[in-house]
């Protein structure tokens, strides 16, 4: 009996997919190469003849060339200066940020004044908080006498980053108890006019640079606590004056 020949293997070898893949992958990588960059006609007609030399596959043997002059030109255009972050920029910022709540710190607890005042930094801020019975009397935007020698001392730190170029931003917080007076028809009236009261006391008793400083009243509308107990009401009552390099 004819021994029966053996019937060729259907399909492309097992490595052509492997292959294959390779191949798309690349054409991706430089079609996104060039539309990345400003294209002419030239460069196009350039990449297309590579192409169409290169990645076909069943001429089998020849080698991917690219002409090195298309890739150069095609990097130089990409607009990095203007598009990529600094990461060193940004890792000296957050260096300064820290030592600036370091350096406040410090002033804070030898003006022996830590007890009621507390510096902390958030993101590329320091924050500098007063709780509102250091500075206020329970519903009123008036300064005590009793709080200007904690604000003059903070006051001194304070404008020592102002000449180096840092904006002051005062906050005023209150709880979320509603306030319902001929004065303040609301918290956002309450926590306005201390945040400008302590603003106007910076601009008219330290004679800071009024492009340097603002004021917002934030209401109860940005709580640290959860307003449930009397003592946490008492967090959120407060005055917080933000330091960055930002006007933000």
Request: cysteine-free; hydrophobic content about 35%; glycine content about 6%.
């Amino acid at each position: 009996m004819k021994k029966r020949e053996d019937q060729p293997k259907k399909g492309a070898p097992a490595y052509m997919n492997t292959y294959g893949d390779m191949m798309t992958l690349l054409l991706t990588f430089f079609v996104l190469l060039f539309a990345m960059s400003t294209v002419d006609a030239e460069k196009f007609e350039a990449l297309a003849s590579s192409f169409h030399a290169s990645v076909s596959i069943f001429d089998g043997g020849q080698t991917i060339r690219i002409d090195n002059n298309v890739l150069e030109n095609g990097m130089s255009q990409f607009p990095v200066k203007e598009t990529q972050f600094s990461i060193e920029q940004a890792y000296q910022e957050a260096q300064e940020t820290t030592k600036a709540e370091q350096d406040i710190k410090a002033y804070v607890k030898a003006k022996e004044i830590d007890d009621k005042i507390t510096v902390q930094k958030s993101g590329d801020m320091i924050v500098i908080r007063f709780a509102d019975i250091l500075l206020f009397d329970t519903g009123k935007a008036d300064i005590k006498p009793g709080a200007i020698p904690n604000l003059n001392l903070i006051g001194e730190k304070l404008r020592e980053y102002i000449d180096q170029g840092y904006h002051l931003r005062v906050e005023g917080h209150t709880d979320n108890q509603p306030i319902h007076t001929a004065q303040f028809p609301s918290n956002w009236e309450l926590s306005s006019a201390r945040a400008i009261a302590v603003m106007r006391f910076y601009l008219e008793e330290m004679d800071f640079n009024p492009s340097k400083i603002s004021a917002e009243g934030m209401g109860e509308y940005h709580p640290i606590s959860s307003n449930a107990t009397s003592e946490e009401r008492a967090q959120n009552r407060r005055v917080e004056i933000k330091l960055s390099k930002s006007t933000s």
